[in-house]
């Protein structure tokens, strides 16, 4: 599966971004979805996954209330609603995919799409 993120920008803290993930192929459905983030000069920081239906999802504590996944399979497209963003929140978001779920940050996944920048000024 191929995946492509996009609605990344710059946006005064206290504001929103709603980040999508499009996959290609047909079965998009199968696969668990995840996003991830790297800020500069730090590693990489699991942010939330969602299982194939979307019945269940987990989410990083310091996302948690804020960000909220969701997908929709009939467009092949998981969404990142992020609200009431912070400065901290600043750094280069990534969609990744593989078969299984788990409740965890995980980062281990097959499938990575490039990363997307968002960026939340003070």
């Known amino acids: 599966v191929q995946l492509q993120a996009s609605g990344g920008g710059l946006v005064q803290a206290g504001g929103s971004l709603r980040l999508s993930c499009a996959a290609s192929?047909?079965?998009?459905?199968?696969?668990?979805v995840g996003w991830f983030r790297q800020a500069p000069g730090k590693e990489r920081e699991f942010v939330a996954t969602i299982s194939w239906s979307g019945g269940s999802s987990y989410y990083a504590d310091s996302v948690k209330g804020r960000f909220t996944i969701s997908r929709d399979n009939a467009e092949n497209t998981v969404y990142l609603q992020m609200n009431s963003l912070k400065p901290e929140d600043t750094a280069d978001y990534y969609c990744?995919?593989?078969?299984?779920?788990?409740?965890?940050?995980?980062?281990?996944?097959?499938?990575w799409g490039q990363g997307i920048q968002v960026t939340v000024s003070s």
């Open positions: 192929g047909r079965t998009f459905s199968s696969y668990v």
């Open positions: 990744a995919a593989r078969s299984r779920y788990y409740a965890s940050s995980d980062p281990r996944y097959d499938y």
